[in-house]
């Protein structure tokens, strides 16, 4: 990879080095990210288990749209969220920011946030959802810290991203209503887990092993 300035070290650096601070339910850090999802129907009914034979589907399906998926993870704490919505526009990116200070983190004192540079993903989205006092109110419960362009394997949401993948893969939803109850389930289950996410990559990582990546050569 060429070197790419200091825009992009300086973004990784930031995020790096806020996976290295100890865990705090006051400060708790959340990673956000969001995935599309195409809906699959069966065209005929899976196979039903059998002793010794577990359910089968077809390989046909039928296309039934997309959902989109909000994947809000805390890593330390081994918690995550999904939340379905039809698209990802401001509003639907509000109001998961809602769902986090309120619900989520009533009693923190700042949600450090972490998220990649989506164009809905800043703070004037709140503004175009809510009145002006509920945004202000909203933001000074949150503290951004944004990805690098290009450096969205820095987000930890993608991690569980990539789990759900792999869990769904083993059925399929036609609709979001079956879609939800397979991702409520897979989100009921992993929290009971208390599945944390082990970052051990840091900022002086990425400075000894990562050095073409800065414009300047380092001493």
């Given at each position: 990879?060429?070197?790419?300035?200091?825009?992009?070290?300086?973004?990784?650096?930031?995020?790096?080095?806020?996976?290295?601070?100890?865990?705090?339910?006051?400060?708790?850090?959340?990673?956000?990210?969001?995935?599309?999802?195409?809906?699959?129907?069966?065209?005929?009914?899976?196979?039903?288990?059998?002793?010794?034979?577990?359910?089968?589907?077809?390989?046909?399906?039928?296309?039934?749209?997309?959902?989109?998926?909000?994947?809000?993870?805390?890593?330390?704490?081994?918690?995550?969220?999904?939340?379905?919505?039809?698209?990802?526009?401001?509003?639907?990116?509000?109001?998961?920011?809602?769902?986090?200070v309120d619900k989520a983190y009533p009693d923190a004192e700042i949600v450090q946030l972490v998220q990649d540079n989506l164009n809905t993903h800043l703070p004037g989205s709140l503004y175009d959802t809510f009145e002006p006092s509920e945004a202000r109110r909203l933001l000074r419960k949150l503290e951004f810290h944004y990805t690098p362009v290009h450096g969205s394997w820095l987000n930890m949401a993608e991690i569980e991203i990539a789990i759900i993948g792999?869990?769904?893969?083993?059925?399929?939803?036609?609709?979001?209503?079956?879609?939800?109850?397979?991702?409520?389930?897979?989100?009921?289950?992993?929290?009971?887990?208390?599945?944390?996410?082990?970052?051990?990559?840091?900022?002086?990582?990425?400075?000894?092993?990562?050095?073409?990546?800065?414009?300047?050569?380092?001493?």
């Amino acid at each position: 990879m060429p070197r790419v300035g200091g825009a992009f070290v300086a973004a990784m650096e930031d995020v790096l080095e806020l996976y290295a601070e100890p865990y705090d339910p006051l400060r708790p850090v959340v990673c956000l990210d969001e995935k599309s999802v195409t809906l699959h129907a069966d065209v005929s009914p899976p196979l039903p288990v059998r002793s010794g034979t577990p359910a089968r589907s077809d390989y046909e399906y039928v296309r039934c749209g997309t959902v989109n998926l909000f994947v809000c993870v805390e890593p330390l704490r081994g918690y995550r969220h999904i939340a379905t919505t039809d698209r990802r526009t401001k509003q639907d990116y509000a109001r998961i920011i809602q769902w986090l200070v309120d619900k989520a983190y009533p009693d923190a004192e700042i949600v450090q946030l972490v998220q990649d540079n989506l164009n809905t993903h800043l703070p004037g989205s709140l503004y175009d959802t809510f009145e002006p006092s509920e945004a202000r109110r909203l933001l000074r419960k949150l503290e951004f810290h944004y990805t690098p362009v290009h450096g969205s394997w820095l987000n930890m949401a993608e991690i569980e991203i990539a789990i759900i993948g792999r869990e769904r893969l083993r059925r399929r939803a036609g609709d979001r209503a079956t879609l939800e109850r397979q991702v409520a389930a897979l989100e009921v289950e992993r929290n009971a887990q208390e599945r944390t996410i082990t970052w051990s990559f840091t900022a002086y990582d990425a400075r000894t092993k990562l050095r073409r990546l800065y414009s300047i050569p380092q001493g």
